[in-house]
């Protein structure tokens, strides 16, 4: 059984998943209540399920807002060091994309993106079998490139996107009976992320992450130098 949770968005949601099959699932939708409403939706997935035990955690690790992703990501490393099972990490974006329906996908290439907040968004470009190509980046929807903005767009304008636990859960199953294995921790997260491209070149071709946040966004504050 796997738990599934994510955090990178205005919503809070959970998941208990077997295989590809969704056993329970909860949400909360709150932008600043991710802290108080995690555990109780843990707590009421797992009872629903029947309180089976846990042999793998798959959180989604963003991008999204700093203060959330971390919320997420951090119970659920907890969570693992409590429980000893390990935990594995899922692009949020990723996780969108395996949602999409056959129609959209059939398409063509497609890109999946999140609010940003500050008139931005976060996003990524995907082939029409739901894989990656590029990204996630953050910036402008309207600064993104002409062929890329003319492709069908899931999310941003056309309101907020969800993403959802059970998908999440059953993606990383998926990835991990492949015998996929979670990358290292990307290089850029010790400094909190960047939006120059760097953070997407280092996750080109990766899907099962390591479970630590993808902020992408340089940070506000910055440390002043001394004298």
Known sequence: MTLALDTASAWSTVAVVSDDFVVSEAEHHDPRGHAEVLATLVSQVLARAGQPRIDVIACGVGPGPYTGLRIGVTTAQVLGLAWRVPVVGICSLDAIAASVDEITAKSGAFVVATDARRGEVYWAVYSATGERASGPFVGRQDDVDEATRALPWIGARAGEQQVRAGVLGALANRLLSSGEMPGAPVRTLSTHGTDDGAM????????L???????????????????
Do not use: H, S
Not at 200 to 207: D, H, K, P, W
Not at 216 to 226: I, S, Y
């Open 209 to 227: 992450l390591a479970p630590f946040p993808l902020y992408v966004r340089r940070p506000d504050a910055m440390p002043v130098g001394g004298p």
């Open 200 to 207: 997407a070149g280092e996750l080109t071709g990766q899907r």
